[in-house]
């Protein structure tokens, strides 16, 4: 294998939103040719590849990952031949693709769903979905009282009476990974996006697949008691592999193969690697500094547990400190530190329900300086680190979340089926500010589909490009400067250093990273500086990453 095929190992990818990064036709949603606008932004960043969340057409029951057809684009936000040209234009700027399956569940508008419903009871239609008769003598009570990820229940009943099962919204019918046409429709999508030029996949829900649904099944109660893995209906089985040993097949007939990373929730490290493994999807996405605080303990046992199963499974980690689902960083590490995680979804720093969010957030309140410092931190800290790194849209910007938005202006099915007990993510997907004026700032010429608060200008492209104290010029340093460190050193090269309390210290090769995670300033080693994520003399202050050369 060479480094041609293994580029994923290292790359730093980027996540695109698509509905909200940039709008070429002025409708108030991101496309696709937004994106391939923006393609020398990108490029200048420093980032190796883009991985783009579904730009499928879609009634945008769940931000897209609701999918009516994995094999074409949204017309709203671009075509076929948009995808074609987009592509190409990121490949000539030296950017890889990455696009998004949604394997667990269609939406309800897909042919196949539509057929079923059609078709009625007991027919084979039925059979590429979870169609159930309900409980009790009328059969109207569901098959079981489970709950649904964004609340409600994990059942809806149609019109004839059966039930069908969904693990999050009603328009998102779990497939049923027994059947053989499932199986051919993710090959084909598969083959369909690698033959159009794209260099690997993000495989959404990927713990979820395989599932045992007979009788007799757990009560939600029972359920909650049953750790994901061989005994749990639905989450980790054993034979979600054979899924991915099929689709490995594929990846390997193109040249070069092309990759795969598994976004499986599964707390147990040792049977998350078994997503990375070679013969499966290659790489499984690394939580877990999601829920850590920043706090030194809890990055230093994330990182030597995460590097330990990276090399149990031949794989390499990656690293991630915000995503489309998550409050975004530089917001939670403004909040007050939250009790340490205990391994159990959702985690206290993730959690949307939280006063904050709630209160719009003005309770507590936000420290907005330290939250930036301690995210800039953050981030310098990760991009040292051996494995690849994820970086979401915005927060090269410092971008913090939108916490105050409208009921009316909301759209994460989340916040609808909580009754509004959990804001949901809509205050991640704000629209990106480009310029700070005009309707859009710059992300469009109408009004963008969730709007922008008047804060969003500070953070503005045009804003930070004129000023080399700005996030958006630290994060150009940091990846560029990762680029050099990795002509040095391999994956191999990794040390933790004698740190003082509250600080880690790493070395990869000749290169040394120090963080201050406490407030406490500490002695830093002899060495040249060639970057910090803020203002440093002779100690090391709080809230600070620096990268030295000790030599
Ligand atoms: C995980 C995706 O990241 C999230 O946005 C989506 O709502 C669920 N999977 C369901 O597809």
Redesign the pocket.
């Given at each position: 294998m060479t480094q041609r095929d293994t580029w994923w190992k290292t790359a730093v990818v980027y996540q695109i939103y698509p509905r909200s990064f940039a709008d070429a036709n002025g409708d108030g949603l991101g496309d696709l040719a937004g994106i391939t606008s923006r393609a020398a932004y990108l490029q200048a960043l420093g980032v190796d590849a883009v991985w783009l969340s579904p730009f499928y057409p879609s009634a945008l029951a769940?931000?897209g990952?609701d999918v009516d057809d994995y094999r074409d684009v949204d017309p709203r936000i671009g075509s076929l031949a948009d995808f074609d040209a987009m592509t190409a234009t990121l490949h000539a700027a030296g950017l890889k693709v990455i696009v998004d399956i949604?394997p667990n569940h269609s939406s309800n508008r897909h042919r196949w769903f539509q057929e079923a419903l059609a078709a009625g009871p007991g027919s084979a239609a039925r059979e590429r979905y979870i169609f159930r008769d309900g409980k009790g003598p009328h059969g109207d009570e569901p098959p079981t009282d489970w709950r649904a990820a964004f609340g409600g229940s994990t059942w809806t009943r149609v019109p004839d009476g059966q039930w069908y099962f969904h693990l999050?919204a009603p328009e998102?019918p779990d497939w049923n990974w027994d059947h053989p046409d499932v199986h051919q429709e993710f090959l084909d999508t598969i083959r369909f996006w690698s033959d159009r030029g794209v260099d690997g996949f993000r495989i959404?829900?990927a713990h979820a697949l395989a599932k045992d649904l007979t009788e007799p099944l757990p009560t939600a109660a029972e359920l909650a008691h049953i750790p994901a893995g061989p005994g749990h209906p639905f989450y980790d089985r054993d034979e979600v592999d054979a899924i991915y040993r099929e689709w490995r097949q594929v990846f390997d007939q193109y040249d070069p193969p092309r990759c795969a990373v598994g976004?499986a929730w599964v707390d147990d490290p040792q049977r998350r690697g078994r997503y990375a493994r070679p013969d499966l999807l290659g790489q499984a996405f690394n939580f877990d500094l999601l829920r850590a605080n920043f706090a030194a303990a809890e990055f230093h046992d994330s990182v030597t547990q995460n590097l330990a199963v990276a090399r149990q499974s031949g794989s390499s980690s990656t690293w991630v400190l915000s995503n489309?689902?998550v409050v975004r960083h530089a917001s939670r590490y403004g909040l007050p530190l939250a009790p340490r995680g205990d391994g159990a979804f959702p985690p206290p720093t993730l959690r949307r329900d939280t006063a904050w969010l709630l209160t719009g957030g003005t309770n507590p309140p936000e420290d907005t300086a330290l939250g930036l410092r301690r995210a800039k931190a953050a981030t310098q800290f990760i991009l040292g680190l051996p494995g690849s790194a994820y970086v979401y849209q915005g927060e090269e910007l410092g971008l913090r979340e939108v916490a105050a938005l409208d009921a009316a202006d909301r759209q994460d099915p989340t916040f609808f089926r909580s009754e509004g007990t959990d804001v949901g993510r809509d205050g991640c997907r704000v629209p990106l500010p480009w310029t700070d004026h005009g309707p859009g700032l710059g992300f469009g010429e109408a009004t963008p589909h969730l709007p922008q608060p008047e804060w969003f200008k500070d953070y503005a492209v045009t804003r930070e490009e004129a000023d080399p104290a700005a996030p958006l010029a630290f994060y150009r340093q940091a990846l560029h400067l990762r680029r050099d460190l990795l002509h040095s050193v391999t994956d191999e090269d990794f040390t933790w250093l004698d740190a003082p309390a509250g600080v880690l210290a790493y070395a990869r090769g000749a290169w040394q990273v120090w963080t201050n995670f406490g407030e406490t300033p500490a002695d830093l080693p002899d060495g040249q500086i060639l970057l910090a994520s803020g203002p440093v003399g002779k100690t090391l202050p709080g809230a600070t990453t620096v990268l030295l050369s000790a030599a």
């Open positions: 769940d931000g990952y949604v999050f998102q959404d829900v976004e489309h689902d």
